[in-house]
């Protein structure tokens, strides 16, 4: 009795329970799960017609079996209380049958509802879940995107602001360095202005500290050199009072030799010419065997007296004459001397004496149809003879200027020996002689300079003769004849 209540109260449960979930269904839920249970009803109907069609036929097969038997009243009594027994038993079992399919189908039926109403409910909470989770997620990242923008736009703002400061503390950095620099230039411009100022100042002072001395000194100086002056004058005087009366005597006694010389020469050169046009056919064999004769010796020590004709032509009477005064210059020792004794003599002598004075050679030559008269005086190089030198010189159309190639000193000393003829005839010619040229020479490079001023530059060897000819072939016809006078000028030797 118990089991039978229970069974008759689970489909209650189940029912309010169906009830109660159906209550948490939608509509359409509802509706669909009533339908459900429509068709389990009639299946559980269907079943139990088919379970009462079964009894039925199992009922009859039974009775068309015992048919046959003959039944007496007590077993007829018995049958039909089986056959009662039997039928209430086969309605209890149909009944029961049909309960049970009903409740299984109802069951069923339920438990499909649910699962489907279960499974749509988790689809439906999964599909929200997920849209849940799907809306929390774009919520998520777009929160986050906000949140990285404006993260972002902080960043930037914060950096943009960092940049701002850092650009506007450099400005100032700058501006401040460049206001220092400025200010530092400006102390230093002004300190070195007035460093600047000091010291001119100060060198002001200082020079005119030096003027101021320099003008006592010069003024002493001066004072000194006047007295000196004043004194040397007055020996001067006195010295060329002694030495005019001296150099008369030496004039007087050179002219008187020059006169005679000429006189001499004149003579010589008529008896040669009227000779000359006899012996013309002889002259020019003579010339050339004299040439070859003049090849100068190296140990001759006294040649004969050569002709003019060793280096210049015999002078002709129909030629006009031109009178040359000549000057050869140069320190002592360098063989202005031998030189001479060459050109006029070709002879040449080792050992020699200081000229003392001046010594005269005269020697007249016929050259591009004119005769040359040609007077040379040879000078001393000692420095105590040189004031006779410049009288010499004034009177002079041509000075040889010379130095010997092995006599540094010599070489130097030219330089000197154009600036006094430059200084005592500014228009007298001038030959740059280099003589000793048979021995080796030193450095000449002073000379270039000077080698413009000279109307020829030959280097030659009075010992050897070679060159000699070359110092005197000159364009006589430029050479100005000397006409100067006399003209007594201050004396002072340039050496
Ligand atoms: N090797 C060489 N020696 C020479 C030459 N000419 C002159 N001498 C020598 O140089 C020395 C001086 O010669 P001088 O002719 O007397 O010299 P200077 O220039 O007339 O001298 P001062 O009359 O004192 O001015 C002599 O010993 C000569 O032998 C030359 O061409 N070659
Ligand atoms: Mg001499």
Redesign the pocket.
Known sequence: MDSENEQQQQPQEQQENSNANEQNLSPEEQAKIKAEKKKAKKAAKKAAEAAEKAALEQANKQAENQEVIVETDEEKAKKEAEEKAQKEAEEKAKKEAEEKAQKEAEEKAQKEAEEKAKKEAEEKAQKEAEEKAKKEAEEKAQKEAEEKAKKEAEEKAQKEAEEKAKTEAEEKAQKEAEEKAKKEAEEKAQKEAEEKAKKEAEEKAQKEAEEKAKKEAEEKAKKEAEEKAKKEAEEKAKKEAEEKAQKEAEEKAKKEAEEKAQKEAEEKAKKEAEEKAKKEAETKLALTKTTVEAKPEPKLVSAPAPKSELFFSPVNPSFPTKKVKMVVL??????????C?RIFKNR????????VGADAFQLEFSSNNMNVSLTMF?????EQYQAMSTQHVRQADYCLV?Y?VDDERSIASVKTWVEFVQKNNATCKMVLVG?????EGKDESALEELKMKFTKVVK?????GENVAEVLKIDWATVTEHVKELVQQPKGGCC
Do not use: H, P, R, W
């Open positions: 140069g320190n002592a020792f360098i063989g202005k001397t031998a030189l004794n040449y002598t080792e050992q020699t004496k200081n000229t040879d000078t001393a190089g000692m010379c010997a003589n000793k040229a048979d021995v030659c060897s009075a010992k050897t």
